[in-house]
């Protein structure tokens, strides 16, 4: 089922914001599948010479792709800290968002264990991505992603290289962001082609902060979120981005829901999308 409003339509290509990082989660898995990448336990260490970065310290050099995906790298950075020194309000005006990442100094947290939302972390496993595999970013998504599942009218947003930004901004309509979401419900395959290994959507899908009180749960660039209709309770795996945008994905249920919305900056965004999903369309669909 679909609805389009305020003269949106299928074709419409949304702004979805940080929906754009969960494609970051799938490309990285790609590449380990293809082998341009070892495994998500490589250290940043292995792409860059970290001693020419400001604030070196050897902790740095035990920065782990894994701890990007999951946003537990260690950096000083904190996206929902307007006074951290790695927010990503800090990141935008500068000329190398790679070179303001590295040069962020690390916290006193044990890399793998504290959560904190780093957009900047998830620019920098995109540089990585774009070293690492032929012909560069742009390329290996639209030939091992983009096109596998027909999706041929997309915008991505660009760093200051020209690279694409796995910050988020990536464009898309609303019937493409729900194949991306099918294809996790798919374990990865699609048309019969494995596109991401199921073992990578399994890790993608665990969470790794169990014990936070601020949130239900995180994965490899996919938040947690369960949703209850009286005493039953329904795991779902989003992407999410400011402004409320989602690609719902219910573990139990074969349902994915994809919500757009520009309630950009605005403090009810995702809790009217929460309560959409949990008032209206769960129960719509489950009797």
């Known amino acids: 089922m679909e609805e389009y409003f305020n003269n949106y339509n299928r074709d419409s290509l949304n702004d979805t914001r940080s929906i754009g990082k969960s494609f970051a989660s799938a490309l990285m898995g790609i590449a380990i599948k293809d082998g341009y990448i070892k495994n998500e336990n490589q250290k940043i260490s292995e792409f860059y010479d970290l001693k020419t970065f400001k604030n070196y310290s050897s902790q740095k050099e035990n920065v782990t792709i ?3 995906l999951t946003m537990s790298s260690g950096f000083k950075g904190n996206d929902q800290d307007e006074e951290s020194p790695g927010n990503e309000e800090n990141m935008y005006p500068t000329d190398n968002w ?40 742009k390329n290996y998504a639209d030939k091992k992603l983009f096109q596998p599942l027909g999706i041929t009218n997309y915008n991505w947003q660009f760093t200051p290289q020209k690279k694409p930004s796995l910050a988020g901004g990536l464009r898309m309509n609303t019937l493409d962001l ?13 048309n019969g082609k494995t596109i991401v290994n199921k073992d990578w959507i399994k890790k993608s899908f665990t969470n790794y902060f169990s014990g936070n009180p601020d949130f239900e749960g995180y994965g490899y660039l996919f938040w947690r979120k369960v949703y209850t209709i009286g005493n039953k309770s329904f795991e779902t795996y989003q ?4 402004g409320g945008n989602k690609i719902i994905m219910f573990t139990e249920l074969p349902i994915v829901m994809v919500i757009t919305a520009k309630a950009y900056n605005k403090p009810y965004a995702h809790s009217q999308v929460d309560k959409i999903v949990q008032e209206y369309l769960l129960p719509a669909v489950y009797k």
């Open 66 to 68: 894994k701890s990007l």
């Open 98 to 137: 790679i070179k303001f990442t590295l040069d962020l100094p690390m916290t006193e947290n044990k890399i793998g264990e504290t959560w904190n939302y780093f957009t900047a972390g998830a620019v920098l496993s995109g540089d990585i991505l774009d070293k690492s595999v032929p012909k560069g970013l």
């Open 178 to 190: 729900a194949k991306f979401g099918q294809l996790y419900k798919n374990n990865g395959i699609w």
């Open 239 to 242: 992407s999410s981005g400011n």
